[in-house]
């Protein structure tokens, strides 16, 4: 287990490093943890002056720099956030791993597979709290969702079906934004890896491993990345689901879209990735009911109540995660989702670009499960 402050009322000192799109949105939250006396925001790092700009203009950070490598072996730093592109993960993890520091690292993990594995595994080994930037976890519609599951009103969950869409996160379709989401050697896949693995990690979280997947692939826009996917879930407890993802011209659209069919009921959840988006509904229908749409609003505050969040200044994308790792790591926590549900995910997402590839269904065989975590068969066929 990583170090836990001698006192626990200190704010935690964090660096960033990553100045990106999604460096800003937990800049945001790291921002208001900052006034909240959470944290204490030493170093933020990322070649583009333009990036160090805009995070500065959120979070008053004590220093900018261009070359974070440094950053996790400086001893006035107490934890690493990592929110720089995808290839620069392994060696920033690994940097923060020989200084023994906590660190949140941002999905995906690393371009290939077998990396995600060894990555994991030195993660896991090292004993350090680690979390991973699947932020949809703290959704209240995702975790209304999962009360219903455990609390079994409706039965047990059969199906689902669940739709992913957003713009095409690249400066070639979006000005504004970078473009090596759309570059194969720089992202390792496009709307299955790059947007969908937090699909990936809400149905492994809420219906378990996934055992079975069959995938069809498109790249519409011509880039050697994915710009759709399609896929057939098996999951070991006999839970059956489709997937779709999408990334297309739609500027200013992001939304994801969950149908769960019950043995004795229908849960319709859409949102957005942000907290309180305008997409937000829930809709559940029971026999011979009608269907009734709950006030996400009043979910949304029950579930931040329960956190201990009262603010309601601010627009809830990246704080809620940031400040759970930052809790984990100063009451000495684990925290979650950590680094092997991570590792679930990317094990379906390479399993359906297997898939797409050979033209058929392909198991998640124990050859792909991490050592020492449990079998992706280890349920029983009927639970949940």
Same mark, same amino acid.
């Given at each position: 287990?990583?170090?836990?402050?001698?006192?626990?009322?200190?704010?935690?000192?964090?660096?960033?490093?990553?100045?990106?799109?999604?460096?800003?949105?937990?800049?945001?939250?790291?921002?208001?943890?900052?006034?909240?006396?959470?944290?204490?925001?030493?170093?933020?790092?990322?070649?583009?002056?333009?990036?160090?700009?805009?995070?500065?203009?959120?979070?008053?950070?004590?220093?900018?720099?261009?070359?974070?490598?440094?950053?996790?072996?400086?001893?006035?730093?107490?934890?690493?956030?990592?929110?720089?592109?995808?290839?620069?993960?392994?060696?920033?993890?690994?940097?923060?791993?020989?200084?023994?520091?906590?660190?949140?690292?941002?999905?995906?993990?690393?371009?290939?597979?077998?990396?995600?594995?060894?990555?994991?595994?030195?993660?896991?080994?090292?004993?350090?709290?680690?979390?991973?930037?699947?932020?949809?976890?703290?959704?209240?519609?995702?975790?209304?969702?999962?009360?219903?599951?455990?609390?079994?009103?409706?039965?047990?969950?059969?199906?689902?079906?669940?739709?992913?869409?957003?713009?095409?996160?690249?400066?070639?379709?979006?000005?504004?934004?970078?473009?090596?989401?759309?570059?194969?050697?720089?992202?390792?896949?496009?709307?299955?890896?790059?947007?969908?693995?937090?699909?990936?990690?809400?149905?492994?979280?809420?219906?378990?491993?996934?055992?079975?997947?069959? /995938?069809?692939?498109?790249?519409?826009? @011509?880039?050697? *990345? !994915?710009?759709?996917?399609? $896929?057939?879930?098996?999951? #070991?407890?006999?839970?059956?689901?489709?997937?779709?993802?999408?990334?297309?011209?739609?500027?200013?659209?992001?939304?994801?879209?969950?149908?769960?069919?019950?043995?004795?009921?229908?849960?319709?959840?859409?949102?957005?990735?942000?907290?309180?988006?305008?997409?937000?509904?829930?809709?559940?229908?029971?026999?011979?009911?009608?269907?009734?749409?709950?006030?996400?609003?009043?979910?949304?505050?029950?579930?931040?109540?329960?956190?201990?969040?009262?603010?309601?200044?601010?627009?809830?994308?990246?704080?809620?995660?940031?400040?759970?790792?930052?809790?984990?790591?100063?009451?000495?926590?684990?925290?979650?989702?950590?680094?092997?549900?991570?590792?679930?995910?990317?094990?379906?997402?390479?399993? /359906?670009?297997?898939?797409?590839?050979? @033209?058929?269904? *392909? !198991?998640?065989?124990?050859? $792909?499960?991490?050592?020492? #975590?449990?079998?992706?068969?280890?349920?029983?066929?009927?639970?949940?």
């Amino acid at each position: 287990m990583s170090p836990v402050p001698d006192d626990t009322n200190a704010p935690l000192r964090v660096a960033m490093i990553g100045c990106g799109i999604i460096g800003f949105v937990h800049a945001f939250g790291l921002g208001k943890l900052a006034e909240e006396g959470e944290i204490t925001p030493i170093a933020a790092a990322d070649p583009s002056q333009e990036g160090r700009e805009r995070v500065k203009g959120v979070c008053a950070f004590e220093r900018f720099v261009d070359d974070g490598s440094d950053l996790p072996m400086d001893p006035g730093i107490d934890a690493v956030l990592i929110t720089a592109p995808t290839t620069t993960h392994p060696e920033l993890i690994r940097a923060t791993i020989e200084a023994g520091k906590p660190l949140f690292c941002e999905k995906p993990l690393a371009t290939g597979f077998d990396l995600v594995r060894q990555l994991t595994r030195e993660v896991l080994d090292s004993g350090l709290i680690a979390q991973v930037g699947f932020h949809s976890r703290f959704h209240p519609l995702y975790n209304s969702l999962s009360s219903i599951i455990e609390g079994g009103d409706l039965g047990r969950p059969m199906g689902y079906t669940l739709r992913d869409d957003q713009f095409w996160p690249t400066g070639q379709v979006v000005p504004g934004h970078s473009s090596w989401r759309s570059d194969a050697s720089q992202a390792g896949g496009g709307a299955l890896l790059e947007h969908s693995i937090h699909s990936a990690d809400i149905i492994s979280w809420l219906f378990g491993p996934t055992a079975r997947v069959y /995938a069809a692939t498109r790249h519409v826009f @011509g880039y050697e *990345v !994915e710009d759709v996917g399609a $896929l057939t879930i098996e999951h #070991a407890n006999g839970i059956v689901g489709n997937l779709l993802t999408i990334f297309n011209g739609m500027r200013g659209r992001e939304e994801r879209r969950l149908e769960v069919f019950f043995e004795h009921g229908v849960v319709e959840i859409t949102s957005n990735f942000l907290i309180g988006a305008k997409e937000d509904t829930m809709l559940v229908q029971r026999p011979d009911d009608e269907p009734k749409r709950f006030d996400v609003a009043l979910i949304r505050k029950k579930y931040l109540t329960s956190l201990g969040i009262t603010r309601d200044d601010l627009y809830f994308y990246q704080y809620v995660a940031d400040r759970a790792w930052v809790r984990s790591i100063r009451f000495g926590q684990a925290a979650r989702p950590d680094f092997a549900e991570a590792f679930r995910a990317h094990a379906l997402v390479e399993a /359906a670009y297997r898939s797409a590839a050979r @033209g058929e269904a *392909v !198991e998640i065989a124990d050859d $792909l499960v991490l050592g020492g #975590a449990p079998s992706v068969r280890s349920r029983s066929p009927e639970g949940v």
